[in-house]
């Protein structure tokens, strides 16, 4: 093994709700309420103390209704809804906590530049640099008519819109100069105004006057995270992104995803090394080598199948009700969505998958399997990174404090007795935390 270290995120892949597969959980506790931050907060200051470097929360701008036409599936069983603002949850969130960042996701068609630069920027004040950014265009055309769309644009045209959108919320970040602020009281001197500037941005989608309304924050622009798979997503990311997320399959894929990035950032300019790429995995942990696992959702038993045909028909744009189950579903690429999301389900153990191995797994969970003891699981995590040359994993883990506990006790505990996660550092950024070389390697 190697001393490479490992980074770690914890994926919040139902954003900040209750999700279909843990409202119902028996091990959630009747104290906590997925309404509240006190559950948030309670389940980060556990990873904070385990060593994880920042909390993602994905979201969602609308009630689906792409299977069968209709709102009720996903308000039957808790589908991509219901989830609350991340931008209002995450300041508290950081000030439950003393060194873990905060990634909220925020959809670059619901804000116009000015409003996500000028909220990222407070958020960073008000943080003391923690927080990041989770880039996203939305797939979701109910998305768009919420904000008085008819619909979205083409997959390659929103990464089109959004490298302009980079630009200019890149631009407002810079409009104060880093030694701008003067606070000079004897004098009556607040910023030199030589060092302020307009950034009078006329593009092919917006214009944009600026500068900023405030001062530089303390990392001068948030952690920028991204997910998008496709060629034009890998493109984007190469540009743009500190760290992707990524789910893979199998640890080739794994490999050559990122070889894939690290070509792109260079490509654009940029050192390989300086993007990380991080894992999605959902690992199972086991009390002994011949446990197995136990479903906790209580009630009445809603099949895996029904979910997950939701929840894809959700990502890939299109009703899947009345697609065979059980032939082969092929992706051509064109389908509106998440072409990242096709591209996962290209092939399930080298075959074209049929949707009903499609559905199952997505009515659960979709990574690589990982199972065992936290000793096995931590033994494994080593393993993929030294082989693939990965950067470290985001953990897609639901809200139940006994899985957090457990990944975080178990499996992230060895990680840190061996030297391959850091200790929490207060102080740090999460810019510093996750592409800096200041956090000591100490258990």
């Known amino acids: 093994m190697s001393d490479r270290r490992i980074h770690l995120a914890w994926f919040a892949g139902q954003g900040l709700g209750p999700g279909s597969t843990t409202w119902n959980d028996d091990r959630m506790p009747a104290s906590l309420r997925w309404d509240r931050p006190d559950m948030y907060v309670q389940m980060t200051r556990v990873m904070e103390r385990a060593g994880f470097d920042f909390l993602l929360f994905a979201d969602t701008l609308a009630v689906p209704n792409a299977y069968k036409g209709s709102m009720d599936p996903y308000l039957e069983h808790a589908v991509a809804m219901p989830k609350m603002d991340p931008a209002v949850i995450a300041p508290m969130i950081a000030a439950g906590t003393s060194s873990i960042g905060v990634v909220p996701t925020l959809s670059t068609m619901a804000y116009p530049p000015f409003l996500l630069a000028r909220l990222l920027s407070t958020l960073d004040h008000v943080t003391e640099g923690r927080i990041g950014w989770n880039i996203v265009t939305s797939t979701n055309d109910r998305a768009a008519q919420n904000y008085g769309l008819a619909g979205l644009p083409p997959h390659d045209v929103r990464y089109d819109m959004a490298d302009e959108y980079l630009d200019v919320v890149t631009k407002l970040w810079s409009s104060w100069a880093p030694d701008s602020m003067v606070l000079d009281a004897e004098n009556g001197l607040f910023a030199d105004p030589a060092k302020v500037h307009a950034i009078d941005h006329v593009g092919e989608h917006y214009k944009v006057r600026g500068p900023l309304n405030l001062g530089p924050s303390p990392q001068g622009r948030p952690l920028l995270v991204q997910a998008g798979s496709s060629p034009r997503g890998v493109r984007f990311a190469g540009r743009h992104a500190d760290v992707v997320i990524t789910n893979r399959n199998s640890v080739p894929?794994?490999?050559?995803?990122?070889?894939?990035?690290?070509?792109?950032a260079e490509e654009a300019g940029r050192d390989p090394e300086s993007v990380k790429v991080l894992f999605i995995l959902s690992p199972q942990v086991l009390y002994s080598e011949d446990a197995r696992g136990i479903d906790h959702r209580g009630g009445a038993a809603v099949s895996r199948v029904e979910l997950g045909l939701a929840q894809l028909s959700t990502q890939l744009g299109r009703d899947m009700a009345a697609h065979p189950l059980d032939e082969p579903l092929t992706i051509d690429g064109t389908v509106l969505g998440s072409h990242s999301t096709a591209e996962q389900f290209a092939r399930i153990d080298g075959r074209v998958p049929t949707l009903r191995q499609i559905a199952e797994q997505l009515g659960s969970v979709v990574s690589l399997p990982v199972s065992g003891t936290g000793e096995?699981?931590?033994?494994?995590?080593?393993?993929?990174?030294?082989?693939?040359?990965?950067?470290?994993?985001?953990?897609?883990?639901?809200?139940?404090?006994?899985?957090?506990?457990?990944?975080?006790?178990?499996?992230?505990g060895p990680l840190r007795r061996r030297g391959r996660v850091a200790p929490p550092t207060p102080g740090a950024t999460v810019r510093e935390r996750v592409l800096g070389e200041s956090a000591a390697l100490v258990g």
């Open 376 to 412: 096995q699981i931590a033994d494994r995590l080593e393993e993929i990174i030294d082989s693939t040359g990965g950067d470290g994993f985001a953990i897609r883990g639901n809200w139940i404090p006994d899985y957090v506990t457990d990944i975080c006790s178990r499996v992230v």
């Open 253 to 264: 894929e794994m490999t050559e995803f990122r070889t894939r990035v690290r070509a792109a």
